[in-house]
């Protein structure tokens, strides 16, 4: 990520330092030339502009920038205790350019995101809907979702914690640990409880609903189709006792379907065909997030 090159400062020895390739000297904004240069501790040098990093800064990033830089003699430098890895990151929010190329770890963008506040930077202010970090933290969704719904719910970041939401319906409620479930807080603890529970109760509704009968016909009246309305009964409380909020529409059809082809009566075969379907399409329309 960063270039290693001879630095000298006007009031010490030279020394090796790293560069940012991205927050470079000569990396201008605007055509505007840095005016400010960030130490990591691993002696990862950034430079950057002023206006840029105070205008996303409710404290001055946490008084860290004098009042009149151009006041420092010698061309301070300005240390903050962040590792490179993880102040790389901040200043791309802030920049709000993207940071996918450097290939972060799930650690590091929470890490990165957790010190916003120390910086007077606001998460919920900076991480919306179509910027780079949030796309970047949706994409590990997939991948990390208890982890990016954490992180999103211990900001309050709401739309990243609804789109989220949808990859957690397979989620293990009991291996949610007590540091999780602190992070998350009540409110975020609560809506993913009630998504999960909320989908499970709505697939035993649909399938708790008795089969209704046809009109009775010459080759199949009511008694006929009680072995019909057992099979059913038995078929759709099979999956209703492992119902999951992950369900998906295959494992309906696959377990309900071969009920189809043991009928012999066409209007029996309708009335189940029509249930199934019915039960398929319900279910796809239950809410599947937050």
């Known amino acids: 990520m960063e270039g290693w090159q001879i630095v000298t400062d006007n009031c010490h020895k030279p020394e090796h330092v790293s560069i940012s390739t991205a927050f470079s000297p000569h990396a201008e904004w605007h055509t505007l030339a840095p005016d400010l240069v960030f130490s990591t501790s691993d002696s990862v040098q950034f430079y950057v502009h002023s206006h840029i990093v105070l205008a996303a800064s409710d ?54 995101i957790d010190r916003l506040s120390f910086y007077g930077i606001q998460a919920k202010k900076h991480i919306v809907a ?27 970041l709401l739309d990243l914690a609804i789109a989220v939401s949808s990859h957690l319906l397979s989620f293990n409620v009991f ?7 602190e992070k998350m807080g009540a409110i975020y603890l609560r809506k993913l409880f009630f998504l999960l529970i909320g989908r499970n ?7 708790s609903q008795p089969l209704l009968p046809h009109a009775p016909t010459d080759n199949c009246k009511f008694h006929d ?18 119902a999951r909020p992950d369900m998906s529409i295959g494992f309906l059809e696959s377990s309900l379907n071969p009920l189809v082809s043991k009928l012999t009566c066409n209007l029996c075969k309708e009335s189940l065909e029509n249930r199934i379907k019915n039960i398929i399409i319900q279910w796809s329309q239950v809410k599947s997030t937050i």
Request: aromatic fraction near 10%; hydrophobic fraction near 40%; include cysteine.
């Open 59 to 112: 404290n001055r990033f946490h008084s860290l920038i004098p009042i009149r830089s151009m006041d420092q003699p010698c061309s301070s430098v300005i240390h903050v205790p962040e590792y490179s890895q993880i102040f790389n990151i901040i200043l791309h929010l802030i920049y709000n350019i993207p940071s996918r190329q450097y290939s972060p770890s799930m650690e590091t963008l929470s890490c990165s």
């Open 175 to 181: 291996s949610l640990t007590t540091e999780m479930a």
């Open 225 to 242: 189709q009680r072995s019909l309305s057992r099979a059913w009964s038995l078929a759709s409380a099979y999956i209703a006792w492992d």
């Open 130 to 156: 179509k910027t780079p970090l949030y796309s970047l933290l949706l994409s590990y969704a997939p991948l990390f979702p208890i982890d990016v719904y954490t992180l999103a719910a211990k900001h309050d």
């Open 201 to 207: 109760e709505a697939l035993k509704r649909l399938l």
